[in-house]
């Protein structure tokens, strides 16, 4: 049973920045590929960033440059760190872990509120 919890999530204007942070309760979490999607309203759920368990990583175009995504394997947490920050990135963010596939599409946590706005 694999529970993700995600917290970092708030109000931030445009330009400022966030980190978001997903604590894994998973056996051996270093074997898990683990990513983060976000879903706004009226739209499909999308895949932000995805680091793999080797460390390679992977970004969706549009937040290339400005987001970082990191894991501490000691900790069982992925973190975003999220930069430079436009409205248009105001959404659910949702953080995901998968042992079996690249990108992870496994399992879910709750998801954290992110809203850029002035």
């Known amino acids: 049973q694999v529970q993700l919890v995600e917290s970092g999530g708030g109000l931030v204007q445009p330009g400022g920045s966030l980190r978001l942070s997903c604590a894994a309760s998973?056996?051996?979490?270093?074997?898990?590929?683990m990513g983060w999607y976000r879903q706004a309203p009226g739209k499909q759920r999308e895949l932000v960033a995805a680091?793999?368990?080797?460390?390679?990583?992977n970004y969706a175009d549009s937040v290339k440059g400005r987001f970082t995504i990191s894991r501490d394997n000691a900790k069982n947490t992925v973190y975003l760190q999220m930069n430079s920050l436009k409205p248009e990135d105001t959404a659910v963010y949702y953080c995901?872990?998968?042992?079996?596939?690249?990108?992870?599409?496994?399992?879910w946590g709750q998801g954290t509120q992110v809203t850029v706005s002035s």
């Open positions: 680091i793999s368990s080797h460390g390679i990583t």
């Open positions: 995901n872990a998968d042992r079996r596939n690249w990108p992870p599409f496994g399992s």
């Open positions: 998973v056996s051996i979490f270093r074997l898990y590929a």
